[in-house]
């Protein structure tokens, strides 16, 4: 029944949407090291053990490894090291509009790249949305950008999304001769090594794992579970199973519930302040995302949550 498709298609959806809210649950107890490290390895785990062919994960060729590892060090690496260092400096309602652009830089690199054409009536939108983000990182003072006092939790969302561009296109380009879940298990366990040294790094400057004014709860741990799993795993999975039953076109279009469950989310559970520049920049970066596509589904791909 297509009900119960729409149902866990907006699952996925409220999955990545909350995961931002998840992290700064986790970013209050633990440092972004750690919390990175820790969803992903989790989420290999648990793809690992869904997996129920094993017997592919033997005979992959060199170059598939090579070209997962690669795709890994953009759409999760460097992708999560940006988004949780500036998640830990921002707010979760700037990391969900910010996030919200994705399309387009996917859409700018695969044309720098010869791979697509940005058509006319695309630019505006590309305009808009980059003003929107303008306005979300300055406050709405605009000056602020010329005199680079913006919020550095902001640009560091920004060079996410731009790392979770190139991974896309990536994965347009290269073909992967594997299962979806055994695909997404090399990309996070290939991330999650990647990410060692930061950590290693963290733990050789001495740095505490956690903060030592925080205390360990339950709540901590469920939110990095909540990123792992339900983030990383079953929004992946429901995703893909909404592609199988109702086409990628109409799936796809469940993605643009994300910034605006992470938005809302952030409000009424984070209780964070949303200046009106922050709704205005919000509401300018969505019409442009809505101009910029209209008449052309996003690309299906994984969330940046």
């Known amino acids: 029944m297509k009900i119960k498709v729409y149902i866990t298609l907006s699952l996925a959806a409220f999955f990545w949407g ?46 598939t490894h090579l070209r ?24 979760a309602f700037n990391a969900g509009i910010i996030e919200a652009t994705i399309p387009l830089i996917t859409l700018v690199i695969a044309a720098m790249l010869g791979m ?15 003003c929107g983000v303008a306005i979300t990182i300055s406050g709405g003072n605009i000056a602020m950008i010329k005199d680079a006092t913006y919020n550095i939790g902001d640009i560091l969302l920004l060079i996410s999304t731009l790392c979770f561009g ?4 990536l994965i347009k380009k290269w073909v992967i001769p594997l299962s979806g879940t055994a695909r997404m298990f090399f990309l996070f366990f290939y991330g999650s090594l990647a990410f060692l ?5 963290d733990i050789y400057h001495q740095v505490p794992l956690r903060y030592p004014d925080r205390a360990i709860t339950a709540l901590s741990f469920g939110s990095l579970a909540f990123m792992a799993l339900g983030g990383s795993v079953l929004a992946y999975l429901f995703f893909n199973q909404g592609i199988d039953r109702i086409g990628a076109s109409k799936a796809a279009s469940f993605i643009n519930l994300v910034p605006f469950i ?35 589904a996003p690309a299906p791909a994984i969330a940046p949550q």
């Not at 697509?116 to 980059?130: C, H, N, T, V």
């Not at 190139?166 to 296109?169: G, H, R, S, T």
């Not at 040294?197 to 790094?201: A, S």
Request: charged share 10%; hydrophobic share 55%.
């Open 262 to 296: 992470t938005v809302s989310l952030s409000v009424f559970v984070l209780r964070e302040p949303a200046a009106l520049s922050q709704w205005a920049g919000a509401m300018v970066i969505i019409a442009g995302v809505i101009l910029s596509n209209r008449g052309k």
């Open 18 to 63: 909350g995961s931002a809210i998840a992290g700064k649950y986790a970013l209050g107890v633990f440092i972004p090291s750690v919390v990175t490290c820790l969803r992903f390895a989790m989420a290999a785990l648990i793809l690992f053990i869904f997996i129920d062919d094993k017997k592919e994960l033997r005979h992959i060729y060199f170059i």
């Open 166 to 169: 190139i991974y896309n296109v």
């Open 197 to 201: 040294p930061w950590l290693g790094m």
């Open 116 to 130: 697509e054409r940005i058509k006319f009536w695309q630019l505006p939108g590309l305009i808009m949305a980059y």
């Open 68 to 91: 997962m590892a690669i795709t890994a060090l953009f759409g999760v690496t460097l992708c999560y090291y940006f988004y949780f260092n500036g998640l830990n400096r921002s707010t």
